[in-house]
Each structure stands twice: as C-alpha cells, then as structure tokens.
C-alpha cells in the first residue's frame, strides 16, 4: 500500500538565502517557533564533491511523533512502543546542493516504527526559469516541489495473526472488517492528512527564518543563535 502527496511553492527569496534557511530552520525554537517538536538535530558528515563543486550533507533529527493519535489507538503497544511511551521519532535526512547549477535535492525519512509506517518526503528546491518568470523573478525567488510517500507495512507478525484470527473466525469488530488491507489503508490516510498540516507549518517555519535573515542579515542571524548556545552551555 503506498499513497503519494506532491505540492509546489515558491518562496520570494533568493536561491541561496533558502537554502541557508533549510539548513538553520531547526537550530532554534527562537528562531523558528514552528519547530518546537525538533529535540534535536546532529550532522553525521558534511561535505564537498572536488569534481562536482556540490555540498553533500547527512543529518539526524530527533522528533516529537507525528504519528496521529488515532494510529496508536488502532494497533497494539507492542508495535507502537506502548501506549504510555512518550513517543519521539528519529529523521535521517539527506541533502544535494549545487549552488552553481542553482538547485538543491533533499529527502528525510523516519528510522522507526517503520513496520507501521515508512514516510519519505523529498524536495526539490531551484531557480525558476526566465522564461516563466523573466529574469529579475528568477534571481529573487527559488520554487520548491514537495513530494511525501507514505507506505504502511506491518509487521509479518501482526499481518499473520490478524490473518490466523479471520481464519479462526474469532477476530470481530471494526478490525476484523477491515483486515489488514483495511488497516493499512487507515493508517497512510490518517498520516496523509496530518501531513497536509505538517507542511503548511513548515513553510510558515521557513518564511519565518527567510524574514529574519533579511532583516537582521545572516551575520546577524548566526550571531544570534551563538549567543542562545553560550547561554543554554553556560
């Protein structure tokens, strides 16, 4: 069962300007306030191709489960980690950029409870063509298009008793209408739909930091954020 999510938007800023905002929309929760369910963000490697020019970053981020309520309430604690668990998920996120050509890959994926659901979201940022914008909107403004897939795949396990207990005739109720078709279904819908929230908080993130680099410069933006470290380490 996979479902598909794709959506296009255009901020009015410069390509490189974005992708620095890409890169610092989880650094502080003062800085982007719409990032609160980040605990916390770790680059794994960092670095530039010698024949392609191009920056290519590994990270790890530490979540507040987006995972829908209603989705821990459908299956049992032994896949979900417990109902009384406080649930957290950890993003591995990848990222290409090539200033030069002016564009910039990215894809992040959930590292657990992937036996319940696998969402991969890839972005495509780049420059918008002159020909549709003329050439003083192509300097100024950098289009990305979102794509988030959401894939449900329960455990062999899970799959294979709820198919024993059909077969046994004694699994009844909403569950067992369903079946694990059902079920599957169910949860790439509901993960879909809070998806649709998700980004629209996250562009609002990002538009929040692109606003701050241009106002307070991008010196100023890092000043800032060296400042709230020394603080927290203090």
């Known amino acids: 069962m996979v479902l598909t999510h794709t959506t296009g938007h255009t901020y ?17 929760p003062k800085l982007n306030p719409f990032a609160t369910h980040v605990l916390s963000t770790d ?14 970053t590994t990270r790890i981020h530490l979540k507040k489960s987006r995972m829908p309520k209603a989705i821990y309430k459908l299956l049992p604690g032994s896949v979900t980690g417990g109902s009384g668990a406080e649930k957290a998920s950890y993003i591995l996120e990848t990222s290409v950029v090539d200033i030069k050509e002016g564009w910039m890959r990215t894809e992040s994926r959930n590292l657990n409870f992937t036996s319940v659901l696998s969402v991969i979201e890839q972005q495509q940022f780049s420059l918008p063509s002159e020909a ?32 024993q207990a059909q077969e046994q005739g004694w699994l009844s109720g909403f569950i067992g209408g369903w079946g694990t078709k059902g079920i599957q279904r169910s949860i790439e819908s509901l993960a879909s739909n809070k998806t649709l929230d998700q980004l ?4 609002d993130g990002m538009r929040l930091v692109l606003e701050r680099i241009r106002n307070n410069g991008v010196i100023g ?11 927290q380490l203090a």
């Open 200 to 203: 629209g908080k996250s562009r």
């Open 12 to 28: 009015s800023h410069p390509f490189p300007t974005v992708t620095l905002a890409y890169f610092l929309r989880y650094s502080s």
């Open 132 to 163: 549709d914008r003329g050439p003083a909107a192509s300097r100024n403004e950098t289009d990305v298009l979102t794509s988030v897939v959401f894939k449900s795949r329960l455990g062999e396990k899970l799959r294979g008793k709820l198919d």
């Open 43 to 56: 680059t794994i490697s960092s670095h530039v191709d010698p024949v392609t020019q191009r920056l290519h």
């Open 221 to 231: 933006v890092l000043e800032t954020l060296r400042n709230e470290r020394q603080r």
